[in-house]
């Protein structure tokens, strides 16, 4: 599903056309408030964004989408009359993934819209699997020796990324790096509960997140 956030009817229907005759499934919204609501009962594989809205501007729903834990990965398009070199670079800085500006071609816009599909479907394995953990990205579930097991996003964050590289040790840096998007020494700490909490919740399963002293954390079902 593809959410279209476009205060303009007409350049509104025209992406919904363009994009449900390219077999994708699509809706569109003319106020933030109603797209919000909207993302309160489904997520939406991708988002294309206009800056000028009549209720709140494009830049601080972006800003907002990358504040919130379930949709701060959802790829984002930006749709607007700006085609200045700093309106798009602000753009990229606040979180957003592509950037067109009016009028577009619509040719150009489908195609913008299946490489960026493609690029977020193509980043992780979909299924990963460490003794009897198993994780599936796409339905973010997690079961441990066949038992379902209910992770906050932190957690589930932190367990792909050790599961993903099985068998190599992961420095406390790169977990804050790609977990918490942070560099700031002084929050490692919180690993170190988000692995307890983690450990806890997996049961004996939880075995198999090994602790690297001084160094930072591994996932090996095989190593004692």
Known sequence: MIYIVEDDRNIQEIELFALKNSGYQAVGFETAKEFYKALSTRLPELILLDIMLPDEDGMSILKRLRSRADTQKIPVILVTAKATEIDKVKGLDGGADDYIAKPFGVMEMIARVKALLRRSSGLEESILTCGDVTLDSE?????????????TYKEFELLKLLMKNRG??????????????SSFEGESRTIDVHVRTLRQKLGESGALIKTIRNVGYMADADRA
């Open 168 to 181: 190599i040790v992961i420095s406390r840096d790169v977990i804050m790096e790609r977990v918490w998007d």
């Open 139 to 151: 339905k973010r579930m997690v079961y441990a020796a066949g038992r379902p097991v209910e992770l």
